[in-house]
């Protein structure tokens, strides 16, 4: 029953054209890319891979991590992010910095957007900065102290 209705809502969203995009741009760790097909299929995105990717799609890795939630979504594959950006021209898109001026929770996204992310070792490539019209946000992470943290070494006490 489930599945059924998972499947209806799909059908539904994808009639009226208004899933947010999740790009990412030479991902090259097969898990994360797994990782954020669940995130896709959980909150309803397209994920889209711009070329080269550093693993082959049908990667045992990725199969491990995304579950069986890869039927759930649309994957799609450009040769360069020029080409995505000719096939929706007119979506705007937040990508992920840290150098991004407001925080990831700022913006108000509509289902009409796209976020995203550059290969895991390098960020956003700098071609892609100047030649288009991005908005930079950053995600900061909290660190928490808590006591029930041993220290790693020797005690002196």
Known sequence: MLDYCLSKFFLIMSQKNTFIH???ISPQIPQNTGNIIRL???IGAELHL???LGFKLYDKKI????LDYSDL???KTYSSFDEYVLKFPKR???ACCPS???IYTEPKYTPSDSILFGPEEEGIPENIRIKFQVHFFKIIIAFFITTNVVPAGPRFF
């Open 40 to 42: 896709c299929a959980n």
């Open 100 to 102: 991004g001026r407001k």
């Open 63 to 66: 199969k491990r991590a995304a």
């Open 92 to 94: 705007n898109i937040f």
């Open 22 to 24: 999740i790009i990412l």
């Open 73 to 75: 979504i649309n994957i």
């Open 50 to 52: 711009i070329k080269p």
